[in-house]
């Protein structure tokens, strides 16, 4: 999963025509620690789609844009609309994390 390491990025990114995933996180996070046990297997599942990933704390801005409260959470842009979020609360099990991707992918 390729790291996002500036807001120009992040804003051409969530521009694209296809839909691009995007894992907010930070380094603090045990939740986002969990998660990155399981991500890789739905990685590979989902292996058509670009993922990418932010530090929240990094972004704070975006963060307050597309209302990342929690961490980790998983957002679908494309044609810069915010698709899907799946929010912190219910990220926390392989099972939730494909279910939100079969729904909105």
């Avoid at 961490?71 to 939100?100: D, Q, W, Y």
Wanted: net charge negative; with cysteine.
């Amino acid at each position: 999963m390729e790291k996002i390491t500036t807001a120009d990025q992040f804003n051409q990114l969530i521009g694209s025509d296809k839909e691009v995933l995007i894992k907010f996180v930070t380094n603090w996070c045990p939740d986002c620690t969990r998660m990155d046990m399981f991500i890789g297997e739905i990685l590979e599942e989902y292996n058509d789609y670009q993922w990418y990933e932010i530090d929240k704390d990094d972004f704070p801005e975006i963060a307050e844009t597309y209302q990342v409260m929690g961490i980790p959470s998983i957002l679908i842009f494309k044609n810069n609309e915010k698709l899907g979020h799946l929010h912190s609360a219910n990220a926390k099990t392989p099972e939730e994390v494909r279910s939100f991707l079969s729904n909105h992918l």
